[in-house]
T-cell receptor, first 115, second 114 residues
Framework: NAGVTQTPKFQVLKTGQSMTLQCAQD?????MSWYRQDPGMGLRLIHY???????DQGEVPNGYNVSRSTTEDFPLRLLSAAPSQTSVYFC??????????????FGQGTRLTVV | GENVEQHPSTLSVQEGDSAVIKCTYS??????FPWYKQELGKRPQLIID?????GEKKDQRIAVTLNKTAKHFSLHITETQPEDSAVYFC?????????????FGRGTSLIVHP
């Protein structure tokens, strides 16, 4: 099993550009989520999904879109990149237990810089 | 105020000492409390967790305690080793609609000096 695979690992965008961060898991987990990590701020939930076809907003959803057409994939779209979106992004998946964080596996992260 | 507060933000200990990191949460309905370890440049990894119906859980050198009445939980690491150096995050799972959503603390940077 590859676990949770995120691509790309690094990305530089210009303000106003759009892009998609890819996330795939091969553990048949129902729950998937996206976080951003900023210095001194911990991990903040952007969007999450409890199953294919179902998505919901987390703590900091503005400027991001998600979709969940399959159990395996959960891409995160930046609609119009802004410097405030410079961050490290983590995708995570977990089985249907006590919610998003139970037994969560994280991807390796994407370091995004918006200039 | 923050839903989950974590202290201290930095903890420096000598190898072999114990380390304790504390978190408080605000939502009395929280029922699941995981701890993650994140080494520099790596992904967070779950190291231990506890449910609201349990007061303490141990796994070798690490343990977690939960006080539901006071709404706080702690991570204890005994006989610390240099490889324990990392950032540690606590989280509390709160109910939102039909799902449990995690809220993370801001992290504790643990430095173990050889």
């Amino acid at each position: 099993n590859a676990g949770v695979t995120q691509t790309p690992k690094f990305q530089v965008l210009k303000t106003g550009q759009s892009m998609t961060l890819q996330c795939a898991q091969d553990m048949n987990h129902e729950y998937m989520s996206w976080y951003r990590q900023d210095p001194g701020m911990g991990l903040r939930l952007i969007h999450y999904s409890v199953g294919a076809g179902i998505t919901d907003q987390g703590e900091v959803p503005n400027g991001y879109n998600v979709s969940r057409s399959t159990t395996e994939d959960f891409p995160l779209r930046l609609l119009s990149a802004a410097p405030s979106q410079t961050s490290v992004y983590f995708c995570a998946s977990s089985y249907r237990g006590q919610g998003l964080s139970e037994g969560a596996f994280f991807g390796q992260g994407t370091r995004l810089t918006v200039v | 105020g923050e839903n989950v507060e974590q202290h201290p933000s930095t903890l420096s200990v000598q190898e072999g000492d114990s380390a304790v990191i504390k978190c408080t949460y605000s939502d009395s309905a929280s029922n699941y409390f995981p701890w993650y370890k994140q080494e520099l440049g790596k992904r967070p990894q779950l190291i231990i967790d506890i449910r609201s119906n349990v007061g303490e859980k141990k796994d070798q050198r690490i343990a977690v305690t939960l006080n539901k009445t006071a709404k706080h939980f702690s991570l204890h690491i005994t006989e610390t080793q240099p490889e324990d150096s990392a950032v540690y995050f606590c989280a509390a799972s709160i109910r939102s609609g039909g799902s449990y959503i995690p809220t993370f603390g801001r992290g504790t940077s643990l430095i173990v000096h050889p």
